[in-house]
């Protein structure tokens, strides 16, 4: 993985959420901007499944909490 060719372009993640009994569904799938160090930009603290980049997460994928709120990209793939 070459993190260089990557600087600017944000990476986001859904949550991992497959240890859980009980998955809540509603949060479980939203995804979140990721930190250079792969942690969420709301600062939630969770597994996080495959990056990959934000541009591609449709709108209403996107964690709208502060942090991944402000670092999603302005395309949305829906559009
Ligand atoms: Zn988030």
Redesign the pocket.
């Known amino acids: 993985m070459s993190n260089a060719e990557h600087q600017g372009e944000a990476q986001a993640a859904f949550r991992d959420a497959s240890f859980l009994r009980n998955p809540d569904t509603r949060t479980v799938k939203m995804a979140?901007?990721l930190r250079a160090d792969g942690t969420?930009?709301?600062g939630?603290h969770a597994l996080m499944g495959d990056p990959e980049p934000a541009e591609r997460i449709r709108g209403v994928l996107r964690?709208q909490?502060a942090?991944?709120r402000q670092r999603w990209p302005d395309t949305d793939p829906d559009d």
Do not use: D, I, N, T
Request: aromatic share 0%; proline share 10%; hydrophobic share 30%.
């Open positions: 979140h901007v969420p930009a709301c939630l964690c909490r942090g991944c």
